[in-house]
């Protein structure tokens, strides 16, 4: 989704961007991109072999790189979702408080959701940030991930793609149980799927 949101940045500026993607990039993200006006190399299986290539480019042009995630001005502007949640439900319970110590991250996420959602590490910026604040970490399958970008569509008639449903399909699957008082905030995001029937 950041490569898609840069490229349209780019566009409603008018400057030139390139973006490097890997081979499991969706389809519909690919074509998101170029509709845009994007400059699009695809290369290597995984975002940190597109990251490599689009540091080597970097360098030899002095273009300016932006990462996806593991960059300040990337987080900044994530961090502020935080608050908007804060300022919509402030009583809601503030499950994130309680620190807890984290190993190492360093596997990568697999399946439907890998264009979006496979680093092969968390970023160097970011750790800190979920090991002082993420309460739990939860999984969930292909088969949730799908149910719930159909249930969004036929509901709400909202599309996400496969990571941008991840966290709703916790929900949705009672892979995450809310307690008594706690109010849940779920952040969908990433239209660019193909993934969900829109014949119905």
């Known amino acids: 989704m950041a490569g898609v949101i840069r490229a349209y940045a780019a566009m409603k500026r008018g400057v030139p961007a390139k973006i490097f993607v890997p081979t499991v990039t969706s389809k519909a993200k690919l074509a998101r991109l170029k509709d845009y006006g994007a400059d699009v190399t695809v290369t290597g299986e995984r975002y940190a072999d597109a990251l490599v290539a689009c540091d080597e480019w970097s360098v030899q042009t002095g273009a300016l790189s932006i990462h996806a995630f593991d ?11 935080g608050l908007e949640f804060e300022q919509q439900a402030p009583k809601r319970a503030n499950s994130l408080s309680r620190a ?5 991250g360093r596997r990568e996420a697999g399946g439907i959701a890998a264009d979006s959602l496979a680093p092969r590490r968390v970023g160097e910026l970011m750790f800190p940030i979920a090991r002082d604040f993420v309460d739990h970490v939860i999984l ?14 036929n509901t709400l008639r909202v599309a996400t793609e496969p990571g941008g449903a991840a966290a709703f399909a916790a929900l949705a699957s009672s892979r995450y149980q809310p307690g008594p008082a706690e109010h849940v905030g779920v952040v969908l995001c ?6 969900v029937d829109f014949s119905r």
């Open 140 to 153: 969930v399958t292909d088969d949730s991930i799908r149910a719930a970008q159909e249930a969004l569509w």
């Open 100 to 104: 807890r110590s984290r190993p190492a």
């Open 71 to 81: 960059q300040p001005e990337t987080l900044l502007g994530q961090g502020t979702l």
């Open 190 to 195: 990433g239209g660019n799927t193909t993934a």
